[in-house]
């Protein structure tokens, strides 16, 4: 019997809240949901037999949810699908260990949610879009015939010379999307972080914290910097419970 | 067609999801299990050992023009 | 469970799920080295990295030609070395009957790798 973490939940003034919502819930495997409490945090926990571990779609967005619902009234850190520990006191010890940070994290998030914006381009019109003056890389008039080995090489060079200014040009197009986008946050006093180049389409992955009461003031100003970048696709989505702002190295 | 786009919707909010809660979030075991397929540390690694030659020499020249200033000023 | 997360979108709905889709799915990308296919197993993890690493070389070989401080025949001799490195890896890729698309596994966190 294992006892599987679903999130830390800051008790401050709902001690009480956590305890009567609980019991309306249920974990996987149907199993009931406890908290475990250690001065002013609570893990939420329920049992679950090895056996109905599963790492599959439905179980994990079976624990999202329970996630997703606790989000909904109480500040917490959501545990990775799969954080199982052996026994009530192990819960104890880790969240007696690790107290100041788990606080440290709760007072982050208070209050804020993360919203996850991807952007995809089209490479064809990118392409199209960054055009830029290519010089070879030597110039074959420069070079007397007699002296080139073999014009082969720098015809290739000279390919993968093009294909290298496109590459950068287009690191320098998404970093100003990205300074933009930083620009726009500061307004919202949000976190942000940002991954490029994810893959060859996904040209900014990004996520930010902010206060959830600025959900339509973020969504207006992503709309008014697509505008000004017809050749990229965004998605934005949210509000999410804070997954990928828990900074947490565990003792 | 529009069911389509809801459907769509429905995935990539399920995808979004799964991403989360299956990559992200406090996790118990902090170390780096390195299977086989996790090359990527190794990528990192041999990022890392490959020095900018041109940096270099950038830093070597501009060390030399230092040089060369404060000799001037002499 | 959820309702819909998506608060703004623009652009091709299907292709934007099946991107989101291809990093999310690490399974069948997944490189595996079981007794069964040891072999074409190794020969793909080998020239993975092999192809990476003549990425890396390429890239920073560019850097270095577009930065001006090489000689003439110094730029000769790069696309000669470059270019010979990519017809044998076209030839190893051959040899082991395996395409750019099995090469290119996906490596977690770092997305794809090339």
Same mark, same amino acid.
């Given at each position: 019997m294992k006892k599987l973490i679903y999130s830390i939940v800051s008790e401050d003034s709902n001690q009480e809240k956590l305890n009567c919502i609980l019991p309306e819930m249920k974990g996987i495997a149907g199993a009931k949901l406890i908290s475990v409490s250690y001065k002013q945090i609570s893990a939420v926990v329920s049992e679950l037999e090895k056996s109905d571990y599963i790492v599959d779609q439905s179980n994990a967005l079976e624990y999202a949810g329970v996630i997703e619902k606790l989000a909904d009234q109480?500040?917490?850190?959501? *545990?990775?699908?799969? =954080?199982? @520990?052996? =026994?009530? /006191? =192990? &819960? *104890?010890? @880790? $969240? /007696?260990? #690790?107290?100041?940070?788990?606080?440290? #994290? @709760?007072?982050?998030? /208070?209050? +804020? !949610?993360?919203?996850? @914006?991807? %952007?995809?381009?089209? $490479?064809?019109?990118? +392409?199209?879009? $960054?055009?830029?003056?290519?010089?070879?890389? &030597?110039?074959?008039?420069?070079i007397p015939s007699t002296e080139i080995k073999n014009p082969v090489y720098l015809e290739y060079l000279n390919k993968k010379l093009k294909e290298h200014r496109f590459e950068e040009s $287009?690191?320098?197009? &998404?970093?100003?999307? %990205?300074? /933009?986008?930083?620009? !726009?946050?500061?307004?919202?006093?949000?976190? =942000? +972080?940002?991954?490029k180049m994810t893959t060859a389409a996904l040209v900014t992955d990004a996520v930010f914290l902010l206060d959830e009461s600025k959900k339509a003031q973020l969504i207006q100003a992503i709309e008014d910097i697509q505008d000004q970048y017809p050749s990229l696709n965004f998605i934005l989505t949210g509000p999410w419970p804070p997954y990928s702002f828990v900074d947490v190295t565990l003792k | 067609m529009q069911d389509n786009v809801i459907d769509q919707s429905k995935d990539i909010t399920i995808l979004e999801l799964l991403d989360r809660v299956l990559n992200k979030g406090v996790i118990l075991t902090g170390d780096l299990v390195i299977s086989v397929a996790d090359i990527d540390l190794i990528y990192l690694g041999v990022k890392l050992m490959l020095s900018s030659v041109e940096t270099m020499e950038q830093l070597k020249a501009g060390k030399s023009r230092k040089k060369e200033y404060e000799e001037a000023d002499i | 469970m959820s309702e819909n997360k998506i608060l703004f979108c623009t652009g091709p709905i299907d292709e934007i799920t099946e991107e989101i889709g291809k990093f999310n799915s690490k399974e069948e990308s997944k490189l595996t080295l079981g007794p069964k296919n040891a072999d074409s197993g190794l020969a793909k993890l080998v020239l993975t990295l092999v192809e990476l690493i003549r990425k890396l070389v390429e890239k920073q070989a560019m850097r270095r030609v577009d930065g001006g401080t090489l000689t003439e025949d110094e730029i000769e001799r790069l696309g000669e070395t470059l270019m010979n490195l990519e017809l044998k890896m076209e030839e190893l890729k051959k040899y082991f009957n395996l395409t750019d698309r099995d090469l290119n596994i996906n490596l977690g966190p770092l997305g794809d790798l090339m």
């Open positions: 109480f500040t917490l850190l959501p *545990m990775r699908y799969g =954080s199982l @520990l052996d =026994s009530t /006191e =192990s &819960i *104890m010890q @880790l $969240l /007696e260990r #690790n107290y100041p940070e788990f606080r440290q #994290n @709760l007072l982050k998030v /208070e209050h +804020k !949610c993360e919203f996850g @914006l991807k %952007i995809f381009g089209d $490479l064809q019109k990118l +392409k199209a879009e $960054l055009t830029f003056e290519f010089e070879p890389v &030597i110039a074959n008039s420069t $287009l690191l320098a197009y &998404i970093d100003s999307v %990205i300074a /933009e986008l930083t620009v !726009c946050l500061t307004r919202f006093n949000a976190v =942000s +972080k940002f991954r | - | -």
